[in-house]
């Protein structure tokens, strides 16, 4: 190749380049992304301008061969874009700020509009263009080109007037603005004056998107929705407690601002039982919900789970499908999450969380009414005590009576009647606040001295919420003109007495999952199976009365013709006949007996949850063990006592024979 064709060193050609004159524009705004492709008109700012369609810094550099110095301009990235504004997310817990930006590259290509969290974009290493917008974008390599691109652009967004700033609420329920209470939803707020688009929610993608009431019904459309809400009380007519629960729990949820909500709603039966179609109506008081698109199911993480039900303040939040029989994994997968879900609400508290620097951070918890719909019931009893557990059956259901129910949900007269409701709330919701803990009180109190929802110390206080929640509607009812008084009284009453039935039979549920009685129930298992046995105290044979209910076999005859016996598994216990008149009792080795029916219960899929200590100290409770002995250093009784047993003294727990034999 010749000289003459030779392109100089790009080294040359930089240091025998002319510097550009100073740029004099004023500093002046522009639309959109700046300047379009190609444009020699320029833009200056401070120090940082618009030449060509890009963003560059000017500086003032030594002019070679001489001490003059002279302005020079450095390309900073091949676009231009501007904040459109500043958008704070409350969600309740924490504000997290975004920017909105959109812009323009040097040759006219569009960058589009796209929001980037604060953080990312004032990050001294940040490399949000190009997380945000791809390979459109070009920035030139160095932290400082970035440092200095992000002043540009905050520069150039405030040239007319400062960036806009708005809020986006990422929940539902009740805040207060300007001494006047509004109900947040998808759709805008619910005031007094009725539904209001000055508020902006957004509970982001998925089924979350459905939370959104339309504006309130009118006259005649009013009283009807009103007369299909009150259907829910006949959708099951042999069974009318399940419906008065759905319709309490719906207008309990708006409640949840004047008092927490720290109980769920436990819906459960087979397949086929329609349980999630009824539990589609209470949740469509909220939305454009259906049994095919609930907020939640047992699928999702529990993490996801635990933050939506916190995003769904006052209102009614259903978690479809319990269903934990997959597999173990899966099983004790979806347990574990029910318990926390289920803690979470009884506490009111989520869980505690660290930063990277250790700093303590706000936890979401659920401030839903929460509905589970399911096929089985969550392990523990202090879990059934948390919630009200509805068995529903494949014949409850009365169809008819559903599909009106359902074409009122679909045609939004459900959600219509509830921000009604709200709207009639959002005028009287600080009295509320003051009055109706009170209200709770004293029905909590009522319940307790007539012997009411007695299967758990915490099913008066679920009572009382229920029965609070609806005396408002009720009033609420009365003002639409949808019924008289005479009519709000009955329905009061016959509700109530609904609810009574439901709770009588969740005295049944805490008797199943009553870590006591399981023991004993395990406990006799472990006989009739052959997976241990009880042997006599005397001669460490069989126990003279029924050897089968203790774990022995017939084996055949001796040679006079006694029946012989054989043990099955381990000994555990040994049993000790009647004398002098008191009734015969066992004998149980603590540590084997818990081991035995703690791997029984494994082997059988369903762990015992519950540690030895806590267990014989729910027996001494009970007064289940015969004998106790005083523990001098703790002042607190010991459960297990010496006894003699072939020759050696041994610790047991002493119980009546009676009731591990019969079940007694």
């Not at 000017?58 to 020079?72: L, P, T």
């Not at 027996?619 to 002042?635: N, P, T, V």
Request: with cysteine; aromatic share 8%.
């Amino acid at each position: 190749m010749s000289n003459e064709n030779k392109k100089p060193p790009v080294l040359e050609v930089v240091k025998g380049a002319k510097s550009p004159k100073a740029t004099q524009t004023k500093p002046t705004g522009s639309s959109g992304g700046g300047t379009g492709s190609g444009s020699k008109k320029a833009l200056r700012f401070g120090e940082y301008g618009i030449e060509n369609g890009a963003f560059v810094q000017f500086k003032m550099m030594r002019i070679e061969g001489s001490s003059d110095r002279a302005e020079n301009s450095f390309p900073l990235c091949d676009f231009t874009c501007r904040v459109v504004e500043e958008v704070i997310a409350d969600d309740g817990l924490t504000d997290t700020s975004f920017l909105r930006l959109e812009g323009r590259r040097a040759d006219g290509v569009a960058l589009p509009l796209v929001d980037i969290p604060a953080k990312s974009f004032y990050a001294t290493q940040g490399n949000w263009a190009n997380e945000y917008w791809g390979t459109l974008p070009f920035i030139y390599p160095g932290a400082a080109k970035k440092d200095n691109l992000r002043a540009c652009i905050q520069l150039y967004s405030r040239l007319e007037v400062d960036i806009p700033r708005r809020t986006i609420y990422r929940f539902t329920g009740w805040k207060k603005f300007d001494n006047e209470w509004r109900y947040l939803t998808g759709s805008g707020a619910i005031a007094a004056a009725g539904l209001v688009d000055d508020v902006q929610v957004d509970l982001g993608l998925g089924n979350m998107s459905r939370y959104r009431l339309p504006a309130p019904l009118s006259g005649d459309t009013l009283k009807q929705a009103a007369t299909d809400a009150l259907l829910l009380l006949e959708v099951c007519p042999h069974r009318p407690h399940i419906g008065a629960v759905l319709l309490a729990a719906a207008v309990r949820a708006p409640l949840g601002e004047a008092h927490c909500i720290d109980f769920a709603i436990w819906l459960h039966g087979l397949t086929g039982s329609r349980k999630s179609a009824i539990a589609a109506i209470p949740q469509a008081f909220f939305g454009n919900f259906t049994a095919r698109s609930f907020p939640a199911n047992w699928t999702d993480s529990a993490n996801d789970a635990e933050a939506k039900s916190y995003q769904a303040k006052d209102a009614i939040y259903v978690i479809d499908d319990f269903k934990p029989s997959v597999n173990r994994h899966e099983a004790d997968k979806q347990h574990s999450m029910a318990e926390r879900l289920i803690r979470n609400t009884g506490n009111q508290a989520g869980r505690g969380r660290r930063s990277a620097n250790m700093q303590a951070q706000a936890a979401p918890f659920n401030r839903s009414m929460m509905i589970v719909t399911a096929e089985d019931l969550p392990r523990g009893q202090s879990l059934l005590g948390r919630m009200l557990v509805q068995e529903i059956s494949r014949d409850d259901v009365n169809n008819a009576t559903l599909s009106k129910l359902q074409h009122s949900a679909n045609s939004g007269a459900l959600s219509g009647l509830m921000s009604n409701y709200l709207q009639w709330l959002a005028s009287c919701m600080d009295q509320h606040k003051k009055d109706f803990p009170t209200i709770i009180e004293q029905l909590r109190n009522g319940a307790v001295r007539e012997g009411i929802a007695s299967a758990h110390p915490r099913s008066p206080e679920i009572f009382a919420n229920l029965v609070a929640g609806l005396e408002p509607f009720l009033m609420f009812l009365e003002e639409i003109g949808a019924i008289d008084g005479e009519k709000s009284n009955r329905l009061l009453i016959e509700i109530e007495r609904h609810l009574k039935q439901a709770f009588s039979e969740q005295t049944a549920y805490q008797a199943e999952q009553d870590e006591v009685e399981r023991f004993l129930q395990l406990l006799r298992s472990c006989f009739s199976s052959g997976n241990a046995h009880i042997a006599s105290r005397i001669d460490q044979g069989p126990p003279q009365s029924r050897p089968f209910a203790w774990g022995w076999r017939e084996a055949g005859a001796d040679l006079v013709g006694d029946k012989q016996y054989k043990l099955m598994g381990d000994c555990i216990g040994w049993y000790s006949p009647p004398t002098d008149g008191a009734p015969p009792q066992v004998w149980l080795e603590p540590n084997s007996a818990f081991k035995t029916v703690n791997e029984f219960a494994k082997r059988q899929g369903d762990a015992f949850l519950m540690s030895p200590g806590t267990l014989w100290r729910r027996m001494i409770e009970r007064g289940l063990l015969l004998k106790l002995e005083q523990d001098a250093a703790r002042g607190k009784p010991r459960p297990a006592v010496k006894h003699l047993v072939a020759g050696r003294s041994v610790r047991v727990l002493v119980l009546d024979a009676a009731l591990i034999e019969s079940g007694g």
